[in-house]
């Protein structure tokens, strides 16, 4: 394919300090860029360059674009358009916000309920009686912030075909698949598709990043390639499981693609999530006799393997609670090569057993995990010590994950988007386990990304050779104690600023 328009000719970055994770030091640089790429990095501020335009960014500091190794950045940017109910404190509130928005279209579907930010009202009060109060016609769709679990009233459960499961029709509850595939029911126009990209890659580009590995189904990989000339972040793109087949008859291979839009895998799920108590637990949920569920029959999930493995297709695996993640590498122990060649990955593993953590070194298997999640949900009194009760301080242990030797890659999941807030929570990890220095945090939020991808000689470092995919922040983040207060002052993509902020104080010459 042709290169973009926007990937101009040659220019220089002056006057910049380098942040260098790996040496944990930062070095003051000068990067040349050519056609997207940085051509050569030189030590020291003031080169002197005479024949191509320079940017002389007066010591700001500047590191590798932040690689977000799990979104779902078409599904935010519908979100972006529809009622969000994130910000609400009160059951009451989110009744109020639909309220408001019936009659604005065929239905109102709201996105981002969670009831552990409510300080009125709960979650037993929430049923389709409830939303029946609000409107008996126009169909009310309300989709946890998890996005495995929703809400409807009567006129939207109407139009859930009898055969989706798991639909708990008296209460109007939905889970797992048909929670997270109600854009397949209220079909989503084009045009809101076309918004989506922009609205939620322009989000992503502010918060730094600029690459991410996207979970899409055809439709919405469709409209980024339609996109393509106006996209300012890379996509890696793993299509969910029902288009594995597909996928593979028409010959596709993780990589097919280029550095604006790729094919990388398939994605499968094996459990659902802790805050709807269906991630798959060993021991029961707390004050429960239930341990979640296992979604898929195992043998399904080794035909997946194995054609993966035949057809070269990357798989991105879900799984959450311990005892999914058990099951799913016996299959995988049992059917992939050695050493990994594929760099299969699986995604959250919240709950790790010690001999799974083993196992994931002993194969090289991608651990693809969430430190936003830490932040939110895994303090003293929040959601996961409620779900799981004392076992929520063994969970999401980075930091020993690491030094056991096993790939630790670091997303959002979207929940929410925002590299900084994700490393915040690494490094304020309640427990030791899993709190990391700030350096290694951000390295799992740059490099490591990569080689999820194959990118690892192509994006994560500020080296010769590399994308020219940057970030500049106001202050030297490794010192930095406050990460989520440093500004985020510029971000390149392709060799060009995508976004530059009002506090970007930079001089062309
Ligand atoms: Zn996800």
Redesign the pocket.
Known sequence: MADRPTESQASALINANCVDFARRRIEPCTLFIERGVIVKKMDGRNCRIRSIPTVDLGGQYVIPGFIDG?T?LVPEGIGMQRLDLGRCRSLDKCFQKITANIGKSEFVFASSWDETTWRRGRVTELDRTALDRLSTTTPIIMRRVC?HCAVVNTAALRRIPDHWKIVDRKRGYLYENVALNLNEIFVPGEDMLVKAVRLATTKALRLGITSVHE?SQPRYLRVLQKERNRLNVRFSVYLTEKHHEHAVQTGLRSGFGDDWIRFAGTKVFIDGSLGARTAALARPYAGSRMRGNILMPMSRLRRIVRSAEDCGVQLMI?SIGDRATEATLQVLKDNIARQNQLRHRL?HLELLSREAIDDLRRFNIIASMQPNFVRRWQHQGSLYEKVIGERYLGMNCFRSILESGVRVVFGS??MPLGPLYGIEGAVLHPSSCGRLDTATAFRLYTEAGAYATFDETRKGKLQAGYLADLVVLDKNPLEEKNLTGLKINAVMVGGEFGYVGGTFAARKK
Do not use: A, R
């Open positions: 799990h779902h996005g979970i879900h995604e999941d979207c």
